[in-house]
């Protein structure tokens, strides 16, 4: 077994490492400010291409793969995990328009989609409840040339900046009346609705999506009509639960490096508080999450990189990496006393960030009903 990631991979995260430092560093306070995603940050991850890590060269993407990607997420969240959430979701746009997409479709949206010129967004979620997809009440009616979308989706990252957006409705009844398609901002009918304020992760921009008799053409159905469960849950599964854990990896990261920063530098009694065991056992405990999250994390991405089955597994590293980010911020705080709980630290948004992944992309109970659905079997 060898655990040294490929060299590529490493590339990746050096120039990632590099583009967050220089380049989403210094956005954070203005995002956590506005609770705006700046626009340029798109064009920007264009450039360095990481938005075309998961799509293949021929439609404009590099096809580095699901562990370079899991890297590169990782590294964009220690900075500002609003950016990392915002590029994750991106690429289950691109996934599930590589996987599902008829040639037409993916010449069409990958090339833009990969260079910057367009952001992308994946709406499954609806006010009736994000774990029942079955009950969602978006419909898509067949006319002659297309369909007419109703409906509403929620909590939808990108939501305003997005240009395509994969979404879902229901074309009939039950798990094989439900269809995808790709529908471009503009689309009469179609429109962002509210922005969300959120506890955490501020400056990704998160909101409502409506359909009001939209009228989509044809070709933009992906897949074939009655296949929307399947590229919903292999979008989610796939793509997107590894992506948060990705996202909530990063934050796990930035958990320790603030913790060590801060307890070499803080004096008590005349030394370090490093020095206190108390601290170290903190620091420890932060160290032993982030490493078993980094290797969740990463076998899930290698396991779906190899085109094994990585549905469970990616399901574990989502929900063991959120909530172990939650436990490793609060930890976090604590280390820093009463400075963990000011503004200017930032350890008090790690702790906000690490809160909101735990829901996004898949809830912890839903997590361990896929786990223990696969270990009862
Ligand atoms: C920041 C953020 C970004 C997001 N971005 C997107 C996006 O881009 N696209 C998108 O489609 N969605 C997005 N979502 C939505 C997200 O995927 C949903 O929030 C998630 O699936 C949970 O759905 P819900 O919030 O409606 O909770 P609900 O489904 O209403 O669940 C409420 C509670 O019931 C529990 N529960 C539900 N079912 C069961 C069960 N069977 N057994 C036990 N407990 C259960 C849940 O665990 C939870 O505790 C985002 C959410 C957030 C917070």
């Not at 040294?4 to 210094?26: G, H």
């Not at 404009?60 to 969240?77: D, F, I, P």
């Amino acid at each position: 077994m060898d655990f040294t990631l490929p060299r590529e991979v490493r590339l990746v995260r050096r120039s990632v490492r590099e583009f967050a430092e220089e380049t989403v560093a210094p956005l954070v306070e203005r995002m956590e400010e506005r609770d705006e995603f700046p626009a340029e940050l798109v064009r920007a991850m264009g450039e360095i291409g990481v938005l075309g890590l998961i799509t293949p060269p021929e439609h404009g993407g590099s096809n580095l793969g699901h562990l370079a990607r899991m890297v590169a997420v990782e590294e964009v969240s220690r900075v500002s995990a609003a950016a990392g959430i915002s590029l994750q979701v991106h690429h289950m746009a691109t996934a599930a328009l590589s996987d599902f997409g008829s040639d037409a479709q993916k010449q069409k949206y990958l090339p833009p989609l990969c260079r910057g010129d367009w952001l992308g967004t994946c709406a499954i979620t609806e006010p009736t409840g994000g774990s029942d997809l079955l009950g969602m009440a978006s419909t898509a009616r067949p006319v002659a040339d297309g369909y007419v979308l109703n409906g509403r989706k929620c909590f939808i990252t990108n939501c305003h900046l997005s240009d395509a957006v994969v979404t879902v409705a229901k074309t009939g009844e039950g798990p094989k009346g439900i269809s995808a398609f790709v529908v471009e901002k503009g689309t009469p009918g179609f429109s962002a609705g509210r922005h969300e304020h959120k506890l955490g992760l501020r400056g990704a921009d998160t909101g409502e999506l409506v359909f009001r008799d939209c009228r989509v053409p044809r070709e933009n159905l992906l897949g074939n009509e009655g296949e929307g469960m399947a590229v919903a849950l292999r979008t989610i599964g796939e793509v997107g639960r590894p992506g948060m854990a990705g996202t909530s990896l990063g934050i796990l990261q930035a958990c320790y490096d603030e913790s060590v920063r801060f307890a070499k530098e803080r004096t008590l009694y005349g030394r370090p508080i490093a020095q206190l065991q108390a601290i170290q056992w903190s620091v420890a405990e932060i160290f032993a999450e982030l490493q078993a999250s980094r290797w969740l994390c990463y076998h899930a991405a290698w396991l779906k990189d190899s085109g094994a089955d990585c549905g469970v597994e990616t399901t574990l590293a989502k929900m063991y990496t959120s909530e172990a980010a939650v436990k490793a911020a609060q930890k976090a705080i604590e280390i820093h006393g009463a400075c963990g709980t000011m503004m200017e630290y930032a350890v008090q948004r790690l702790f906000r960030d690490a809160m909101v992944c735990v829901s996004a992309g898949g809830t912890t109970e839903i997590g361990k009903l896929v786990v223990a659905r696969a270990a009862l079997a």
